[in-house]
């Protein structure tokens, strides 16, 4: 139960003093998993040994060893967080809630993006001020990713990211309830690789009840390696550490030398006779699975689960136009998200029911000269309810220089928290014979359209 002026909360681990602020109480770096060191960055999560006394939960986490990453003159460090914060106990939440008081409330679950090699809860833009303000229970996730992540080896288990997401929905499930979220009305949401981890999760046996819904926000349905894309980055790693392309081998590297080598890694070929590279070689990691989860979802028995998908109509602007390269942003977009969103909505809206809804979010970004769009990332502010913020404006900030138009962000959050609550955001259920999508933009009219793809 929470105190007034110093809030503490006891869970099945022990006991969290957390702080207040004018949204209500917020519990920093709680590890739902124990620390993965050494060999044990490429070992299952396991459950975290618990503490005594009081710990500290007004600090945040230390991240996942991770590289910097490069956006030219856009200022990504919003998106991107403050890089590598060192610490071996990094596999912790950041829970925001109206009050730790016994009451049920809903509970919403965001996995970051980031290309499954960087990103962490401690970015600016994952803050869940508005959601326990608005009544929702916002959890946020850190999880491996890199070589720790992602790399497929012999003797480890593969997609320990996804593995740790689900240790996560684990924690939630045992212990949200003393948070004052209620652990049967869980929504899962992530943006790109998070997004595709989600979507991932619908066909994952191991998920089944550990939400109910879901949310998946610039995610690829198909944008899982096959096993064999998987050996050629294990192999490339491998070369250029100078070791056997084994867990035990890679057991006592340091991450330091982890990140040193992932330049090494960049542009692999990874088309084969069989399969296109998914990520258009943006990222040497990705889920690995021997069928994509659009196809396993469509294949496997339906989950009970309701999902609301789409992705922004300018996707491949954030990695053109910010780098002054030219080329086809359309086209891009459509092979990083929009061809896998589709696949993923039809899948799932031919066995649940009515419960799909598809969005398109088409607002244009002012920055790089008015040149960003509606690119990759720009709907978090709004989905975050955070645009009106300073530190996201100006020539290089994310959403350029020019005010945001009133009532969106105000509009695409309560959708957002209407779906996590009821299941339905507000507009139609998305139908593959007539696919329609709701579209967020500067208009202040509520716009549907009808395409073959979300983000065409």
Do not use: C
Request: net charge negative; glycine share 14%.
């Amino acid at each position: 139960m929470s105190q007034q002026a110093n809030p503490i909360v006891e869970t099945p681990a022990g006991t969290v003093r957390g702080g207040r602020d004018e949204s209500g109480e917020f519990y920093r770096a709680i590890p739902y998993a124990a620390a993965r060191v050494g060999a044990g960055r490429f070992a299952p999560p396991a459950p975290h040994p618990g503490w005594s006394g009081d710990r500290d939960g007004t600090a945040p986490s230390p991240t996942a060893p991770q590289p910097v990453r490069d956006f030219g003159r856009l200022d990504m460090t919003p998106y991107f967080g403050p890089g590598w914060v060192r610490g071996e106990e990094y596999l912790t939440v950041d829970v925001r809630t109206p009050a730790a008081d016994g009451n049920r409330r809903p509970v919403m679950v965001f996995v970051h993006g980031g290309g499954f090699v960087t990103g962490s809860a401690r970015a600016a833009l994952y803050d869940g001020s508005a959601f326990a303000r608005d009544g929702v229970v916002l959890v946020t996730v850190n999880y491996r990713v890199g070589i720790p992540g992602f790399l497929d080896l012999d003797g480890a288990p593969p997609n320990r990211g996804l593995l740790d997401v689900l240790a996560a929905l684990g924690w939630v499930r045992d212990t949200i309830a003393v948070f004052g979220g209620d652990p049967g009305n869980v929504t899962v949401f992530g943006q790109s690789a998070g997004a595709t981890l989600t979507g991932a999760l619908l066909a994952t046996p191991e998920a089944k009840g550990l939400f109910r819904r879901a949310i998946v926000q610039s995610g690829n349905g198909t944008g899982a390696f096959t096993p064999e894309q998987a050996r050629r980055v294990t192999a490339a790693a491998a070369a250029a550490l100078g070791v056997e392309p084994v867990a035990e081998a890679f057991a006592p590297i340091p991450d330091e030398r982890f990140l040193a080598i992932l330049p090494t890694l960049a542009g692999l070929d990874l088309r084969t006779e069989t399969a296109t590279d998914p990520l258009a070689g943006l990222s040497p990691f990705s889920l690995v699975l021997p069928v994509q989860p659009a196809d396993g979802l469509a294949a496997g028995p339906a989950p009970d689960v309701g999902l609301l998908l789409g992705t922004n109509t300018e996707e491949g602007n954030l990695y053109l136009v910010p780098q002054g390269k030219l080329g086809s942003s359309a086209a891009l977009g459509e092979t990083l998200f929009g061809a896998g969103t589709a696949r993923l909505a039809q899948a799932h809206a031919r066995i649940s029911d009515g419960r799909t809804h598809l969005y398109s979010f088409g607002y244009r970004s002012t920055a790089l000269d008015g040149r960003l769009g509606a690119a990759h990332t720009v709907e978090l502010p709004f989905v975050f309810d955070l645009a009106e913020k300073p530190w996201l404006h100006g020539e290089t900030g994310l959403l350029g220089p020019d005010p945001v138009p009133p009532g969106l962000a105000a509009r695409m959050h309560a959708a957002w928290i209407a779906f996590a609550r009821t299941g339905d955001p507000g507009w139609p259920a998305y139908d593959p014979q007539r696919p329609v999508a709701e579209l967020f933009t500067a208009s202040r009219n509520h716009v549907r359209r009808t395409g073959s793809a979300p983000g065409a």
